[in-house]
């Protein structure tokens, strides 16, 4: 039988790395038993399915660089701070 | 201005050498313009008026992005209307110490849950928008609140999505370091955010 601190290591690594057939059942078996790790799986799911949402989301926005005049502006603010 | 001969600082430069990589890092957590740009800008003019405290005993890039970080953290910080202790601020502790938080130390309930750590049933429902919207803020709060060679991890992994090997040879860690970080990252960013979510 699985310990919690078993348990929650196989979920929080499984969507990277597949579990063997006999972990998944011991891990079925003691999802079965305990509310503490059912309720992980679930927290688990819904960050694993958060961060993915926004790993797509950014993508969209991978091009985005600093404008030329945003860095020449920072430039001068940091020259005026250097000279005082 | 002082020069170390080991950790030189160099104001002159750091817009050139820094702010692309900068505003890529903070762009990518707050994905807003307006917001990154203005957040390089205050950690350049932040490190500039306590340059009489660095001390030299980094890199002047490491020390620079501990600013930029600690004011991405700011920044979540009073989007969700959370107060953050000093004490939450990346700690860094040994395995042992870090799972007994979580879970029974010895006996025969070793390993499992402690009473007061059980995790509960988070109250959300992910179709809503808004509320996805504000959950979204809570977890990259959290996510910012991770020490940092965990939240690298994480990003790496579950963000950026480069296979195991990748982000073994990015970090020069085994994987099964990488294993232990992630389910310690998991462990703290749920506990982190269950917390304060059930307490918005």
Known sequence: MLTCKQATFFISIRNFQKLKLVKRLQLQLHLMACTGCRAFNQQNRIIDKTLLEFHQNTQLQSEEELSPEKKSYLKSTVNQHTKK | MTYNQKYPCN???????????????????VKNREVAEDLIQETFLSALNSLDNFRHDCPEKSWLYNILRNKIIDHFRKKTNQEIKRSSMNPEIDDDTFYYQFFKKEGKGADRWNENAIPKNMDISPDQLMERDEFMQFLLLCLSLLPEMWEKVFTLKNIEDLSTPEICKELNISSSNLWTMIHRAKLQLRNCLEKRWQNK
Do not use: G, H, N
């Open chain 2, 11 to 29: 104001p002159d430069i750091w817009v050139d050498q820094y702010s692309e990589e900068f505003f890529r890092f903070a762009m990518y957590r």
